[in-house]
């Protein structure tokens, strides 16, 4: 008899190490999934920044284009209006 509880409790130590196996090794994939997703939301996040970082540069530079752009502008409307001034004081002497 004494035998017996000894042979049942290697049988249920053997089941429960199996389901423990088994079980280990879903945690264990589980474990990895969380890491690879917590890697791709970094990286993801690392993206976002760096294309946020390189608008923000093409903003800048599109601005300083635009802000030359007007200058020039400005520049032009002035020769225009001094090239007219001058062609009527060329037309009053003549």
């Given at each position: 008899m004494e035998n017996g509880y000894v042979i049942l409790g290697i049988i249920a130590l053997l089941f429960l190490s199996m389901y423990g196996y088994a079980y280990a090794s879903v945690t264990l994939e589980k474990i990895r999934d969380k890491k690879i997703e917590k890697?791709?939301?970094?990286?993801?996040?690392?993206?976002?920044?760096?294309?946020?970082l390189k608008q923000k540069a093409r903003d800048e530079k599109m601005s300083q284009l635009n802000k030359r752009s007007e200058e020039i502008r400005l520049e032009l409307d002035k020769l225009n209006k001094k090239k007219a001034q001058h062609e009527v004081k060329q037309l009053k002497i003549s």
């Open positions: 890697i791709e939301l970094k990286k993801e996040q690392l993206r976002l920044e760096e294309m946020a």
